[in-house]
């Protein structure tokens, strides 16, 4: 038997609906990309929480390996070469370290509350620096697949960038409050603070000696800093927006830089005279995020909003001899307005379109997407299948055609951060959308053909999990034992009415703090691994246990109170006044059943067959002006919810009649 320890914190479990052809690209736009100088592989990291590497020798670039561990966007990456890793700062609140294959994460550390947002790794020190919006700035003693931790004194901003020397001697890190700060490792306290800046400073570079930092910010400039005199030498304002990456060359005497306003300048370092010593190489059609330039500083590969990574020829020597010449006035004026050396991009790692608008329809099951290829999808939320595909899709035309007068109780949310439609459930709302299986099959409604949306979700993506369970040994130190009885109780709970999920669907389980924060991912066809199993012995939501191990367990139904008189404005149509009139029932009970209850009270069933008791009798709702004849389709939560639209707050009144009308829908 096997045990799990359950927990009582506030747990989200949620899935991604992404095509099965973006499993090995980007959906979303590319934070970091470095690389790697051991083997020239290139590794990048994404605001869809993945991390990727890329064999780039090939005419089209290939995705060798992915790394999905992360549940929030990625916003920072770093290869650790002494060690054989690689480093990624996320959203989700942890940093994790990865074996160069990206095989497995062999490492997570959560000593942050709240996003981390950069990172920045010492070969000298063996340290791994990270820091975010918890103000909070931590460093990792890494030792092969294992860390220790540090943390430094608290500061009154959020960090949002983050730069050490080589040997890890002096830190700086860049805040909200439009000051870099520095850093002595050794004691973890601040040693300094550099004005300047009118904005948040988003991205910071330290020489290897030590001697100068680089600033970019928003407020549009780069500055050079003295750190012997802590004192500002040079403001660099080519840019027109934003400046948020900066990469400069190995000897710290020039620098590219990027940021909102889509353009990668090179500026000259050394001549700190010079306060417009740049040269346009790259402009691109997104806002850059990271640049990373080849050790020969002839190519540099920039990322952008999109999903897409690019890879553009510097002419370095161009570049070069046009900074050699810019102390003169005269050129410096005749750069201006003039094209980028860089036309046409050398090497392009495409990526996935993102999805940019979606709506779950009526039927609470489905819902429709639209990329930025302009593809239109249709979604079945409880399968995770695609459905049908309109490429150059009309979005709102769809959900217009699509549009149905039902009403589901909202038992999920979604949103698109990922870049692909993320389904997030929580014990608050998951079970709360039940109804008659014939309302999506149709046909007649059968006894116990009921069925709950979140039910079946959960049951499907973590099916290859339960099976894992009753095969595993058991486990004397957890709180909960399974016994074989809720096992095959799991098991059979399964609904035949859905298909079980594709096995390339990502699951993230979440804990609330400060935020979301990670505690696992996986794909559904890998959720029998060890790995996911250990992880989930550690933390397990209660809500989660209860439906999937709990023998004939189906949620409560929210339940709906109404009247039920006869229709006495017609004595051709006019029936009986029912014994019982003031009724309570399930808020997915068909209108349908509505008039087989009323033709079953009043004995007229034998007038007809049983199978067509709607053609007997016709159900109406009172909604304050007049009363409207009910499909027999419809369902109670439907009708009450078109009503309290229409006259808020009024309580439910249902009539009766003879039917003599064809049900208006």
């Known amino acids: 038997m096997a045990t799990h320890r359950v927990s009582g914190k506030r747990m989200r479990l949620s899935y991604l609906l992404r095509p099965e052809e973006d499993r090995a690209r980007h959906t979303a736009a590319v934070s970091s990309i470095k690389v790697d ?9 994404s605001r869809d929480a993945t991390i990727r590497k890329w064999d780039v020798t090939m005419k089209t670039p290939q995705c060798i390996a992915t790394g999905e561990s992360h549940t929030n966007w990625i916003n920072d990456m770093e290869i650790c070469p002494n060690i054989n890793l690689v480093a990624t700062a996320s959203s989700d609140c942890t940093v994790k370290l990865w074996d160069k294959n990206l095989a497995k994460c062999v490492y997570t550390a959560r000593e942050h509350s709240d996003y981390v947002t950069a990172i920045k790794y010492s070969p000298g020190s063996g340290v791994l620096f990270s820091a975010g919006l918890d103000k909070q700035l931590i460093a990792l003693k890494v030792s092969g697949p294992s860390a220790s931790s540090q943390s430094f004194e608290s500061t009154d901003s959020s960090i949002y960038s983050l730069a050490c020397n080589e040997a890890g001697t002096v830190l700086a890190t860049g805040s909200t409050d439009k000051t870099v700060r520095l850093w002595d490792p050794r004691v973890g306290k601040t040693v300094g603070r550099l004005k300047g800046h009118t904005d948040v400073i988003k991205a910071l570079e330290i020489d290897s000696n030590a001697t100068y930092c680089l600033s970019g910010s928003s407020d549009c400039t780069l500055k050079m800093w003295d750190l012997r005199q802590q004192r500002c030498v040079s403001t660099y304002a080519m840019h027109e927006d934003s400046v948020w990456a900066l990469c400069p060359n190995k000897a710290f005497k020039t620098v590219y830089s990027g940021g909102r306003d889509k353009r990668v300048y090179i500026t000259d370092l050394a001549n700190s005279t010079a306060s417009e010593a740049s040269v ?60 980028p050396l860089a036309t046409s991009a050398d090497c392009t790692i495409l990526g996935g379109p993102s999805v940019v608008e979606f709506k779950l329809l009526e039927d609470g ?63 608050s709302n998951t079970f709360t959308a039940s109804l008659y299986r014939s309302s999506i099959t149709g046909g007649d409604v059968g006894q116990g053909d009921k069925i709950n949306f979140g039910f079946e979700v959960v049951n499907g993506l ?25 096992l095959q109780s799991a098991e059979d709970q399964n609904s035949a009415l859905f298909e079980s999920f594709p096995t390339h669907i990502p699951i993230l389980l979440t804990s609330m703090g400060d935020t979301w924060q990670n505690v696992l991912r996986c794909t559904t066809g890998d959720a029998h691994t060890p790995e ?15 439906a999937l191990f709990t023998a004939g367990w189906f949620p409560d139904p929210i339940r709906i109170v109404f009247d039920l008189e006869p229709d006495l404005t017609d004595k051709a ?34 007038l007809m067959q049983k199978d067509v008791t709607s053609d007997l009798v016709e159900v109406l709702c009172d909604d304050g002006e007049s009363l409207l004849v009910l499909s027999p389709e419809y369902d109670l939560a439907t009708v009450q919810h078109r009503i309290s639209i229409k006259s808020p707050g009024r309580d439910l009144q249902l009539k009766y009649r003879r039917k003599v009308l064809k049900a208006e829908i």
């Open 37 to 45: 100088v051991q083997n020239g592989r290139v590794f990048t990291s």
């Open 280 to 339: 346009l190489v790259v402009e691109e059609e997104y806002p850059i995020l990271n640049l990373e330039v080849t050790p020969d500083e002839c190519d540099i590969w920039v990322s952008t909003t999109s999903s897409s990574v690019s890879k553009w020829p510097t002419f370095i020597e161009s570049a070069k001899e046009t900074l050699r010449n810019s102390v003169d006035s005269d050129m410096l004026d005749s750069q201006k307005g003039m094209p």
């Open 365 to 427: 099951y489905r819902v429709i997407t639209k990329d930025t290829d302009q593809n239109v999808r249709h979604w079945n939320l409880i399968s995770g299948k695609v459905i049908k595909v309109i490429e150059d899709g009309d979005f709102e035309s769809e959900v217009k055609a699509e549009s149905l007068l039902r009403y589901v109780p909202k038992w999920c949310t979604l949103d698109n951060a990922l870049g692909c439609l993320a389904i997030h459930l929580e014990k």
């Open 462 to 486: 973590l099916r290859k999990w339960l099976s894992a369970i009753k095969l595993s040994n058991s486990d004397e130190n957890k709180s909960i034992e399974y016994t074989e009885e809720m």
């Open 532 to 546: 996911f199993q250990e992880t989930l012995k550690e933390e397990y939501p209660l809500w989660l246990h209860e």
């Open 573 to 606: 149509t006019q029936l009986s006044k029912l014994q019982k009139s003031h009724l309570t029932c399930p808020a997915y009970l068909p209108i349908k059943k509505v008039a087989a209850h009323v033709v079953k009270e009043l004995k007229i069933s034998s």
